[in-house]
């Protein structure tokens, strides 16, 4: 086995520990090797946060979001006003704020495949649906939604979308059921 001899200087502190570990490990050099390859295996167990994960961490210091329990939730959604609460999410530009805090930039800023990756980051993080995905179809992109709140939760997310990609500048067309939302989004 080839070995390097190194020299360098540590504090007081670090010199007292490696003294201790040296007597419980033999040598300093045992101890200096162990520590190294603790650090290389700790660092590999340490997973990157997904970006779902890191948005959570945003929305916790915004202080913008409430949990509240799934039925509640379509009790909610059933019993509502829709034409309110969709003049409140318009008024509030609640989506166009959501996507901005991800990737803290205006929306202005956003190309339209980061405007679409934090709407589905952000529909998927809400736990509002049970599926969010897209396509890209070549002349625009295909959002798919599930979900189990009804035709007036369809009809409240559809308004709201489109009045985000028509205040972003692009169109946006939708077909809605009870349980499924479909959104054409034009590429220019």
Known sequence: MKTHRISTTISQKHWELLKKHA????TQQKTLELALENLENNSRKIPELTPEEKYWMRLKRAKSAVIIEKNAFKF??????????????????TIEYTIELYFQKSLEECSLIEVIDGLVINLKITNWFDTVDYINNGDGYKLIMTHIFGFTFSKLIRTSIENMFKN??????????V???????SKN
């Not at 007597?23 to 033999?26: G, H, I, N, T, V």
């Not at 349980?179 to 989004?185: A, G, P, S, V």
Request: no cysteine.
């Open 23 to 26: 007597e419980k490990y033999e």
């Open 179 to 185: 349980k499924t939302i479909f959104i054409r989004i």
């Open 76 to 93: 909610l959604i059933e019993t509502t006003d829709v034409e309110l609460l969709s003049e409140l999410f318009s008024r509030d530009k």
């Open 168 to 177: 972003y500048g692009v169109k946006a067309d939708s077909i809605v059921s």
